[in-house]
């Protein structure tokens, strides 16, 4: 490759790098050319990108956009996708493939922020629940504790008036 053929490719992988907020390894060996885009097809439909890159490109670029970790999980063949808004989306996507699919695919492992993610890691994010459902879960346990003491400071109160309502009904017999 010339030199400013490969300067180019670092400057467009050094933006895809900083842009992503998750960027999940695998191997790509024994995919045919139809597999691969087909692969790369139901990915773009959850805005991930799916790319081969030359390793020494990948950690030139790593290098560039200050994510020198994921260089940890870059080697041998290699191919990298991308998810740009929502970590679980692409790890979901990427998974579900995989698993519908009978290709000998694997995931190596993730980059998820500066954290690296081992296979089992991206695999268990990727069997997460939708978002919606964590927040309402959270919502719910945030609301646990709040209704748990209205409930103990009211007690007292619906004792009281259970005592009264005892009375008034005994006295007016």
Same mark, same amino acid.
């Given at each position: 490759?010339?030199?400013?053929?490969?300067?180019?490719?670092?400057?467009?992988?050094?933006?895809?790098?900083?842009?992503?907020?998750?960027?999940?390894?695998?191997?790509?060996?024994?995919?045919?050319?139809?597999?691969?885009? %087909?692969?790369?097809? !139901? +990915? /773009?439909?959850?805005?991930?990108?799916?790319?081969?890159?030359?390793? *020494? &490109?990948?950690?030139?670029?790593?290098?560039?956009?200050?994510?020198?970790?994921?260089?940890?999980?870059? %080697?041998?063949?290699? !191919? +990298? /996708?991308?998810?740009?808004?929502?970590?679980?989306?692409?790890?979901? *996507? &990427?998974?579900?493939?995989?698993?519908?699919?009978?290709?000998?695919?694997?995931?190596?492992?993730?980059?998820?922020?500066?954290?690296? +993610?081992?296979?089992?890691?991206?695999?268990?994010?990727?069997?997460?629940?939708?978002?919606?459902?964590?927040?309402?879960?959270?919502?719910?346990?945030?609301?646990?504790?709040?209704?748990?003491?209205?409930?103990?400071?009211?007690?007292?109160?619906?004792?009281?008036?259970?005592?009264?309502?005892?009375?008034?009904?005994?006295?007016?017999?």
């Amino acid at each position: 490759m010339l030199r400013e053929k490969k300067a180019q490719i670092v400057s467009d992988l050094t933006e895809e790098l900083s842009r992503s907020t998750i960027i999940i390894a695998t191997n790509y060996q024994g995919l045919v050319a139809r597999q691969m885009a %087909e692969l790369r097809n !139901a +990915l /773009a439909k959850a805005d991930v990108g799916y790319h081969v890159i030359k390793n *020494t &490109l990948v950690y030139r670029a790593a290098d560039q956009a200050g994510k020198p970790h994921l260089k940890d999980i870059v %080697e041998g063949p290699t !191919a +990298l /996708a991308f998810g740009y808004d929502d970590a679980v989306i692409a790890a979901k *996507t &990427l998974n579900q493939y995989i698993k519908s699919t009978t290709l000998p695919l694997e995931i190596r492992g993730g980059l998820l922020g500066d954290r690296v +993610l081992p296979p089992d890691e991206v695999v268990s994010l990727a069997n997460l629940p939708p978002r919606e459902i964590l927040v309402s879960r959270l919502i719910g346990q945030l609301q646990a504790p709040v209704a748990a003491l209205h409930n103990l400071l009211s007690y007292p109160l619906r004792g009281l008036v259970t005592v009264l309502t005892n009375r008034a009904q005994a006295t007016s017999k």
